[in-house]
């Protein structure tokens, strides 16, 4: 087991590894890929102000969200919140949503098969990942490879991928103002919001699945060099 090649998703995971005893020369970085079909740009009309796509748990903090929406939404009436997916939360946010009467403005759909996904997002404005705890989540990756806006905060792999106002507004777990602030910033700022979107996208470049293979098939090559 000592002589085991350990791949870590990101840097915080390899931090987190090393503490645990692994070998550092042991642990290389590589992280998940984009698939193919989320770089394809879908033509449709935006329908959705803000989004999320995930799993409606407690470490995903839709319930800030929602609070959030609700300050965006008494500043911009016709604004729009798209949820997509499941667990043990939808309940409770369900009743938060028809508490803050954002019936009319917040849809929740059942989570969709990943081929989906790039058509719901592209009906998305800006989506927003509001976690308080993360790895370094796929739909993040994907969103950026869709050219979207992206409010986010920073918990594990985030700000390895994410440079602050640059591809994405990062901001910090668990605060109500700080989302707050940035859905009002970004929607006001149609530029910031065009840059971010491309710069995104550039850096999705870098994880697309022909510079991940090569990634395996270098540390591949240099396990067998090696032995």
């Known amino acids: 087991r000592n002589n085991a090649t350990v791949i870590a998703l990101h840097g915080k995971m390899k931090t987190n590894l090393i503490k645990i005893g692994i070998n550092e020369q042991k642990i290389y970085i590589i992280p998940n890929y984009i698939s193919g079909i989320f770089f394809k740009k879908i033509t449709t009309t935006t329908k959705y102000t803000f989004g999320f796509i995930g799993r409606m748990v407690y470490e995903k903090g839709l319930d800030l969200l929602i609070e959030a929406f609700n300050d965006f939404n008494s500043l911009n009436p016709n604004s729009t919140l798209l949820l997509i997916g499941d667990g043990d939360m939808r309940k409770e946010l369900e009743i938060k949503i028809n508490n803050l009467e ?40 994907q969103a950026m490879a869709s050219q979207l806006p992206i409010i986010v905060t920073d918990v594990g792999g985030v700000s390895e991928v994410i440079t602050p106002n640059y591809n994405g507004l990062l901001i910090c777990p668990n605060n109500l103002t700080s989302l707050s602030n940035s859905m009002i910033r970004l929607n006001a700022d149609e530029t910031l919001r065009s840059n971010i979107s491309q710069n995104a996208a550039k850096t999705a470049n870098h994880y697309t699945i022909d510079i991940i293979t090569n990634q395996y098939l270098s540390l591949i090559s240099r396990n067998i060099r090696s032995h």
């Open 102 to 141: 954002l019936d009319d403005c917040v849809t929740i759909k059942d989570p969709v098969e990943n081929t989906c996904v790039p058509y719901y997002l592209s009906q998305i404005g800006t989506f927003i990942l509001p976690s308080r705890h993360e790895g370094l989540p796929n739909i993040l990756l």
